[in-house]
C-alpha cells in the first residue's frame, strides 16, 4: 500500500460493531447467575505487582462424587445380545474452518457409550460442512434417536441455538443434552438461552453414561455430578465431578464412527505435505493458569506410555498414519516427564515395536524447554512444537500469569532450533498492562522466528470460565453473560479492551503491527519459494518443495 493511502487507511474511524442479539425470542427457563457461580469460586491470588489474575477453582464435592472409576448402572437390566439400551445422536456442528480439524470429545464419548451397549450415530458437519437444515432433513430420514449430543465451543453459541431447533422440529422426542468447552462454565445460562434439556459440565465420559443410563432406567437426572437440566421454567445444576484420573480407563475413540480417511488426508495436504498425519492425546489437563485460558477441570493426568502406544500402533497399522499431532493442551508439563517419554519412544523405534520412520508434534512451554529437553525430543521424532508465546514482553507475561519471559523465550527458541526442531508461536494482542511498546517486542520475536508459519494478532478474547472473564465482570467491564455474547462477535475484533488505551489507538496499533508482520511473511515467503523452485531446477533436491495444488 502507498503511503498516501495507508494514512488515508488508518485515518478512518473505527467501524462500529454490529451488534446482534441471541437469536431467542423468548427464552426457554428462568435464569439466575446464582445457578452457574455454584460451579466456580475464586481464590484469592496475588500475582506479580497487581492482584489481577483471579485463579477460578471448582467447587468439587469431593464426598459424593468420587466415583470415577466407570458408569454405575443403575440397575439397569442385562441386555440379549445385539440388543441397545438406547439410540444416540451426536451432533458435530461445522465450525467453518477450511481444514476440519479432528474432534476428540465426540469420539471418546462415543466409545464409552458403544461399550456400554448404545447405539451411537454421527451426524458430522464438521467435517461434510453440514448446517442445521442439513440436520433437520438427516432426523427425519432416520428412527428417532433417545438422546442427541450437541458438544460446542463458546463462538458457535448462535449454531447450537439453530441446532437445538431443528431438533426439536424433526425429532421432539429425543432429549438434548448439551456438552464441552462452551457449555461447561456456564451450564445454567445455556440451558435457558437454547432450551435444551440437559447438559454436561466438563469431562464428559463417566457423567454421561451416568446420565444415559439413569433416564434409560426411567429415573430423574436429579444429582448426578456434572449434570444439569431444565425442568419447564426450573434449571437444576448439580456439582460437579471429579475428572477421570487414570485415563488409560477411557476407551480408544470410537475411530470406526468418523471417516478417519477424510480427517487424514485434509491433516496430511494442509500441513503435512503429504505424510500421512493425524491427532492423538497423550495426556489430559494443564497444571497452568494463565489469565485468558478456560479451564474447568483442575488435575493434569498423563496417559501410560503402552496405553499411548497401543493407539499409535493402531493408527499407524489400520490407517498408515506416519505423522502424530500430539493435540494434549499441553505436553511439555515437566522437563522429567518429557524426557521420559521421548526415551520411551526411543526404545520403542530400538525393539521394532514402531517403524522410525514415524514423526510427531506437540505443545510446549518456554519455562520447560533447555537443550536437554529439546534434545530428547527431537532424537525421538518430533519435528515441530507449538509455544503460546501470547506476548513478547515480559511484563505483560507476568500480568497473564504465563510464568514465562522474554530471556525464557529466546533461549527456548533458541535451543528448540538448535535441535532442529521447526517452531510455531501463537500469540494475542491487549491482555492487561499491554502497551504500543510492549507489542514491538511480540512483533520483533514473531518477525525474528516465525519463519514460514504465518502469525499475526488479535485481540484476546475473555472467554467465559477464564480467569479474564472474571475480571471482566469484577471490574464492570462485563455486565452479566448476554452482555459477553452481545458483543463478542468476531475474534479478530475487540470483545473487551483490557488495556489503557482508547479503542482507536487500540486498533491503530494493532494494525500496524499486523502489516508490519504481513509484510514480512511476504518478503520472507518470496526468498523461501524461489530458493525452493532454484534448489528444484537446478541442484535436483525437491525436500523444500511444497506439493503442487493443481487447482492454482
Ligand atoms: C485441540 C484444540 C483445538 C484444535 C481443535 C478444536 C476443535 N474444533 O475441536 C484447534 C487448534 C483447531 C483449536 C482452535 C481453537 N480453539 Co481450541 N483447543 C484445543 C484443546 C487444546 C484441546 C481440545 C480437546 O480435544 N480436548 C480433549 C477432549 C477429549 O476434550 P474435550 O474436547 O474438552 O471433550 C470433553 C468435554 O468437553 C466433553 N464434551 C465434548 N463434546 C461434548 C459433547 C457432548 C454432547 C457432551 C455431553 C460432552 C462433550 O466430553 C469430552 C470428553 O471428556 C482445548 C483445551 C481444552 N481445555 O480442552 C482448546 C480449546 C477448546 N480451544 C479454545 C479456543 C478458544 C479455540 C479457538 C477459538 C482459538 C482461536 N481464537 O482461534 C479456536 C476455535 C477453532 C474452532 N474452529 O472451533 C478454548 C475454548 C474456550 C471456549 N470456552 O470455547 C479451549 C478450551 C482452550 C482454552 N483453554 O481456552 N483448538
Ligand atoms: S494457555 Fe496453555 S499453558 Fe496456559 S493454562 Fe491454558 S493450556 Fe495451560
Redesign the pocket.
Known sequence: MDEKKQDKEQSKPVKAIKIEDLSISRPHAKYTSSLDDKHTRVVDRRLGTKDVNPLLKINYDGNNFKDTKGPKNYGLPKLPKGEKRGRFL??MMD???RIP??????S??AAALEKNDYHVEIFNG?CWHLNAKDLEKYLLDREPFDYI????????IHDVVDHVKACRSASPSSKI?????????LPAYYLAKTGADF??S????N??LNLVNTLSAGKSAENIPSVSFRDGEDIYVSKLREPVPLISN?PQPAYHLFPIETYIWYESRGYHNGVKAF?I?SS???PYRCN??????EGFRYRPFDHFMSEVKYLNEKHGVLHFNM???LFMTSKKHVIEFSNNLINAFDQGIISRDISWET?GRFNIVDQDVANAMAESGCNRILYGLESGDTKVLELMNKKTSYEMIEAGIQATRKAGMQIQLPCMFGNIGETADSVKKTVEILKKHSGTDKRLL?PV?P????PLYKYALDKGLLRDHDHFFEISKN?DLLTINFTEMDDETFYRVMYEANVELIDHYHEHMATVEKESFSKLYFSDDDSDFSLVDHRQ
Open positions: 451426536f451432533v465450525q467453518y474452518d480439524y479432528w474432534t476428540f470429545g465426540p471418546y464419548l464438521t449430543g450437541i458438544g460446542y465451543l463458546t463462538n458457535y443434552i448439551l456438552g464441552g468447552n462452551g457449555y461447561s462454565p447438559g454436561i466438563g469431562e464428559a465420559e457423567s454421561l477411557i491427532n492425546l489430559r489437563g494443564c485468558f485460558c478456560y479451564r474447568l477441570e493435540s494434549d493442551e505443545t488479535r478474547t472467554y467465559p470460565g477464564s475474534p
